[in-house]
């Protein structure tokens, strides 16, 4: 860490992350390629978040995890989740090479999904997403009362929507988030 607190780049291409102890390394990013063009990668990397945040996605590599289940199956855990919506969700996890898609000569035919080698490694960080949304629901919930609350006893005038942001930031070092 330099002197301003800020991330350092190293000689072997890692960065001491600010915050982390004298000689700890941050893994090599794909972010910090020489070469590499946010520009180009943006849309793809848009178009790719997008899928793996959906959130029958995330439920659906959640429940695929321990191995491979029938549609049916997948349907019946996923509450809420429509036919059509769960046979799109699937596809678009197999066109991205997520899920693969087992069709056995039965009848009537029976169809198994399962996550692939790519499907297991997005589990850590799915995992990860919903164990912090179980953390923090109770959290979030309160900020949507306190912010429901305000908004209702608040007239909206555009001053009042810009004297909140303010106010918000202010309560972090710096004032910022």
């Known amino acids: 860490m330099d002197s301003l607190g800020t991330d350092m780049e190293r000689q072997d291409g890692t960065t001491l992350l600010r915050g982390n102890k004298e000689g700890t390394k941050a893994a090599r990013s794909p972010l910090n390629e020489p070469g590499r063009s946010m520009a180009l990668d943006c849309p793809r990397v848009s178009a790719l978040l997008s899928r793996i945040g959906d959130k ?6 959640m429940l695929l995890r321990d191995g491979p289940r029938r549609f049916s199956e997948l ?3 996923i509450g809420g989740i429509s036919q059509r919506m769960l ?3 699937l596809r678009g996890l197999e066109r991205d090479g997520l899920v693969a898609r087992t069709v ?3 009848t009537p035919p029976r169809v198994d999904y399962e996550l692939t080698r ?3 490694e997005l589990r850590e960080p799915v995992e990860a997403l919903g164990e912090w949304a179980l953390a923090h629901l109770d959290v ?3 900020a ?4 429901d609350a305000q908004a209702e006893t608040s007239t909206a005038t555009p001053a009042l929507g810009v ?8 309560h972090w070092p710096g004032g910022r988030r």
């Open 56 to 61: 029958w996605t995330v439920l659906v590599v």
């Open 75 to 77: 349907k019946r855990e």
């Open 87 to 89: 046979t799109l969700t």
């Open 104 to 106: 056995y000569p039965t």
């Open 118 to 120: 790519l499907g297991h």
């Open 140 to 142: 979030i919930d309160q």
């Open 144 to 147: 949507r009362r306190e912010f």
């Open 163 to 170: 004297s909140r942001v303010v106010r918000q930031q202010s």
